[in-house]
């Protein structure tokens, strides 16, 4: 190998090592680093519980919406929470790391539509400016009728 093909290499493994991205995962600790001028840091521990935005359909027929959240599978019938709503978003408070399946019923003429989401609720951490952060997954559901 000639000396130029040396310096190459080394121009190329220094470029590499050297270049950034906007995201890396650590290994450690399953951080992701935002490096982003604009991230922002809301939660700066870990949340044992959190609220969860809920999402329906009120009409004529639906003026009040029954919405339950149950742990797991709804055959299990270990309900988290029940709430009836009259606006089109509503907010229960849950535990985190945890599996569940929210259900809104809604009459459509004379039949009961029953309409099921099943999403786990967890935190991811972050890293943003060198201060661990925390984000929330699956806090929204859309339990609005198709």
């Known amino acids: 190998m000639t000396i130029d093909k040396h310096i ?7 470029l590499v090592a050297f270049s950034s991205c906007d995201k890396l995962v650590d290994d450690n600790i399953d951080a992701i680093t935002n490096d982003d001028e604009n991230c922002d840091c809301f939660l700066s ?37 029940t709430v009836t709503t009259e606006q089109q978003f509503c907010t229960v408070t849950l535990k985190l790391n ?24 967890s935190s991811s951490k972050y890293v943003c400016h060198e201060d661990t952060c925390w984000t929330i997954n699956n806090n929204v559901i859309n339990l609005k009728l198709k």
């Open 98 to 121: 945890h599996d569940y399946t929210y259900m809104a019923k809604y009459l459509k003429g004379s039949d009961t539509i029953y309409v099921p989401v099943k999403a786990r609720l």
């Open 8 to 14: 190459f290499i080394i121009i190329l493994g220094l």
């Open 45 to 81: 521990e870990k949340p044992e519980l959190y609220d969860v935005t809920i999402k329906v359909t009120i009409n004529d027929q639906n003026t009040e919406v029954p919405v339950s959240v149950f742990y797991g599978n709804v055959e299990r019938n270990n309900v988290a929470s």
